[in-house]
Each structure stands twice: as C-alpha cells, then as structure tokens.
C-alpha cells in the first residue's frame, strides 16, 4: 500500500487531491500537512512512498528544500502541485530533485494522470497553455464558461456550504441545488464537490466577490 502525505495549507485543496489520488491510485495510506513544521513531522513518524508539495507551502524555501528532501529521502517521489505558472521555475525545481509537476489551473484529470505517470517513474509536466488561467476566455477555461447561477454555487462549493445551506442562501429548492451541482460537476469533468472545489479554489472563483444573480 502507497504511503503519501500531502502537503498543502487549503483543506479544501486537500480533500480534492485526497480523493483524485484514491480514484487513481487506489488504496493508500495518506497523510497531509499544512506547513513545514507538519511535513517534517510526518515524515519523521515514517518513510512516505510520494509528496504532493505545494511551491507556496508556508515555511517552505522552494529550491532549497526540494533539494534537502531529495537528499534525506532518495526513493521518495516528490511531486510539485501549485498555481505557479513560470515555466523556467518549474525547471528549477525539477533540477532540484522534483519527480513532475502538475498545475493547479491545468485541466482537471491532469492530477490523476500525473499520479499514475510519476509512480511509473516518469517526469510528467502539467501547465497551463500561455493565456490560460484565472482570466482564461470561456474557449480555454470550463469555470470562465459556467452559467452565473453556477458559478455562484461554486463558489459556496469553495466555501464548505452544504446543498441545504445553499438553497437557503439563494433562496432555491434544495433539488434545485443538486440539479445546478450535477451539471457544475459535469461542465467540470470532476467526480465530486470536493475536486470540484479544488478546481475552483485553483482557478480563483474566491477572489471574485460577484454574486450576480441569473438574469
């Protein structure tokens, strides 16, 4: 059984990579952190077969670290998962000792192809295509092109609401709900509110404080 710790401060960003990596790796042991001091922790209680590492991870000296964790743990793999979009950095941290890294404003099932390709040994590299991200047209981006009623449930998504406690905030059915939910997660081509609200926290839907209402 795979041992992995995730290491990244967003819980919601958390849960969604804890449920891709069991979809595409299977049963796993699996372990997060939200800052350095944490990480290290986790890996003094015991050896973990991959890191998911986050580059802005609190306390973590990017290039440094990689390195030092290269070192201190050779079988390791480590991959990088962050909205960092500068490709020359990127490279830096691969020649650091990073296994691949996935963006978090790429396509959604990149994260689980990357976790297969890494555990295969392999280098995998995905960002976004230059232009794309938070201020992606709706040609190039799934969460710039939802309806504005769903971009407002994503967003509560994003924020933990349940489907009851979003029915109440904009005053629909609570069927209403799922039916906007079962479409948000299909335009999305994600498996769960949780990936869903990974995917929107990555491409920047809580930034926005527009909550325009379907005209």
């Avoid at 401060?9 to 800052?35: C, Q, S």
């Avoid at 960092?84 to 691949?100: I, K, P, Q, W």
Wanted: neutral net charge; charged residues 25%.
């Amino acid at each position: 059984m795979l041992n992995v710790i995730i290491a990244d401060d967003h819980p919601i960003f958390r849960a969604g990579i804890r449920t891709t990596l069991t979809d595409a790796l299977g049963e796993a042991t699996i372990r997060e952190a939200g800052d350095m001091t944490a990480l290290r922790a986790r890996l003094d209680d015991a050896a973990a077969d991959l890191l998911l590492l986050d580059v802005f991870f609190p306390g973590l000296e990017p290039e440094a670290d990689v390195k030092g964790l290269r070192r201190a743990y050779p079988p390791m793999a480590i991959l990088m998962v962050s909205m960092l979009t500068e490709r020359s950095a990127v490279e830096r941290l691969l020649r650091a000792g990073a296994n691949g890294f996935i963006g978090k404003s790429a396509p959604p099932d990149s994260l689980a192809r990357g976790l297969k390709e890494v555990m295969a040994g392999d280098r995998p590299v995905y960002m976004p295509a230059p232009g794309r991200g938070r201020r992606a047209t709706s040609g190039d981006n799934p969460v710039a092109a939802l309806p504005r009623r769903q971009l407002q449930i994503l967003r509560f998504i994003c924020l933990g609401l349940s489907n009851k406690e979003i029915a109440a905030e904009l005053d629909l059915s609570i069927s209403t709900v799922r039916h906007h939910v079962s479409a948000l997660l299909h335009r999305l081509n994600v498996a769960n509110r949780a990936s869903a609200a990974s995917y929107g926290v990555a491409q920047g839907v809580l930034a926005s404080t527009e909550h325009a209402e379907d005209g």
